[in-house]
Structure formats: structure tokens, C-alpha cells
Nanobody, 119 residues
Framework: QVQLVESGGGLVQAGESLTLSCVAS????????WGWYRQGPGNERELVAT???????TYADSVKGRFTISRDNAKNVVYLLMASLKPEDTTVYYC?????????????WGKGTQVIVAS
């Protein structure tokens, strides 16, 4: 079992930046697809950004041009640079790692990190 641990959340003012990190407890067998999602109380979990095993990225329309996802395969970590933050970005952010090995598929989630953007 792999544990994903997010960090970097906190309280910032609108317009400021934060960088979230998510580190895996052990090395994956191959390069995973990584993703950042967010979910507020009573809301469905929504995709924020993903980066595939080959480096292709996707972003939610609401964060395009403001957020950047990146990874360090050697360190088994994925980042989410969040710039020009808005109050509506306030919620809990979750990290996901998924992929496939010869033993089957895997899909891991972190426990989340809270981001609060004050207006």
C-alpha cells in the first residue's frame, strides 16, 4: 500500500500564490499518472490538474493560466503551483496517483490539504 501525503496548504490573501506538494511513501513500479483534485463541503470532487506518465497535462478551465502541475519522478512527488489565487479556490485539495503494473491497476489518494483564500 502506498501513502500519499499532501502539504503546503494554508491561508493566503487573494492574488497570492501557494505551492502544494504530494509525496508518495514508496517508489512506484513505473511512472504514475498524477492528479490534483478539490472538494468542498457538499460538493463533488472536481479535477484541478493532471499530469500523465508521459508528461501530458490537463487543467480545469477555472484554473488554466493560474495553476501549474509538475512532478519529480526521482523524488516521487507531484506539485501544484497555484498563482493568482481567488476566494473561490478555497477548499480541500487532494492528490491522486494511478497507473498500471504487471500485477494490476492502482489508484491512491491522499487525505487532503486545506487551502483558504481570503478576499
Amino acid at each position: 500500500q502506498v501513502q500519499l501525503v499532501e502539504s503546503g496548504g494554508g491561508l493566503v490573501q487573494a492574488g497570492e500564490s501557494l505551492t502544494l506538494s504530494c509525496v508518495a511513501s514508496r517508489i512506484f513500479n513505473g511512472v504514475p499518472n498524477w492528479g490534483w483534485y478539490r472538494q468542498g463541503p457538499g460538493n463533488e470532487r472536481e479535477l484541478v490538474a493532471t499530469i500523465t506518465s508521459v508528461g501530458d497535462t490537463t487543467y480545469a478551465d477555472s484554473v488554466k493560466g493560474r495553476f501549474t502541475i509538475s512532478r519529480d519522478n526521482a523524488k516521487n512527488v507531484v506539485y501544484l503551483l497555484m498563482a493568482s489565487l481567488k476566494p473561490e479556490d478555497t477548499t480541500v485539495y487532494y492528490c491522486n496517483a494511478n497507473g498500471q503494473t504487471v500485477w494490476g491497476e492502482y489508484d491512491y489518494w491522499g487525505k487532503g490539504t486545506q487551502v483558504i483564500v481570503a478576499s
